[in-house]
Each structure stands twice: as structure tokens, then as C-alpha cells.
């Protein structure tokens, strides 16, 4: 019913750029809190950044002053700008959203994710 659609990955050299989009589509009627989600091999998924459906938006402390988090509500899309990239943002990346469907239901939802690698 909902789907969220991770790009933009990639292999990147130590302090260059890469820009992550995820899509929602479906029987969306709007979607709360949107995050990237990271997931590094052998270690827990952790929050990279959040955002409101107002525009609020909420860092990991790794990546503050580096990434960037935006959203267009309109389009359902979000968007991670990541800057000066180091071999530790090296993962998985995954889009999250809380979407409230048009039947109404309140949940959840993943993307596929996306990998990003930064060598040093």
C-alpha cells in the first residue's frame, strides 16, 4: 500500500559529496516524521536524521554541520545531503516514514536502502 524508494548511493572518495532522495508513493494520505536511518556492517541501525512534516529536523551528532535533511511535502520526498563524507559514514542507508494512509492506518515504513561507501 505504501512504498519508499531509496537513491543516490554510491562509492565516493573521503571528504567528497553524495545526495540520497527517497520517494513515498501509494495510498498516502500524509506522512508525519520522516528519517535516514544508517546501518554499518555488523553494527545497529542508527538514526542519521529526522523531519517533521513542519520542518523540524533533528541530527545525529556525527553528521551535524555535514549532512543536510530535507523533505518537500507536497511531492512526498525527502532528500539527504551529505558533505564531507568520511570512511564511517560508510553503510546502508534507509528512509523511514511515518505515513497515515488514506483508510487510515498509522504506521511504519522502510525502504530497501541504499549503500553508501566512502573510502578513505
Known amino acids: 500500500q505504501v512504498q519508499l524508494v531509496e537513491s543516490g548511493g554510491g562509492l565516493v572518495q573521503a571528504g567528497g559529496s553524495l545526495r540520497l532522495s527517497c520517494a513515498a508513493s501509494?495510498?498516502?494520505?500524509?506522512?508525519?516524521?520522516m528519517g535516514w536511518y544508517r546501518q554499518a556492517p555488523g553494527k545497529q541501525r542508527e538514526l542519521v536524521a529526522d523531519i517533521t512534516s513542519g520542518g523540524s529536523t533533528n541530527y545525529a551528532d556525527s553528521v551535524k554541520g555535514r549532512f543536510t535533511i530535507s523533505r518537500d511535502n507536497a511531492k512526498n520526498t525527502m532528500d539527504l545531503q551529505m558533505n564531507s563524507l568520511k570512511p564511517e559514514d560508510t553503510g546502508v542507508y534507509y528512509c523511514?516514514?511515518?505515513?497515515?494512509?488514506?483508510?487510515?492506518?498509522?504506521?511504519?515504513?522502510w525502504g530497501q536502502g541504499t549503500q553508501v561507501t566512502v573510502s578513505s
Open positions: 523511514r516514514g511515518i505515513v497515515v494512509t488514506r483508510g487510515g492506518f498509522r504506521g511504519m515504513y
Open positions: 501509494g495510498m498516502i494520505f500524509s506522512i508525519n516524521s
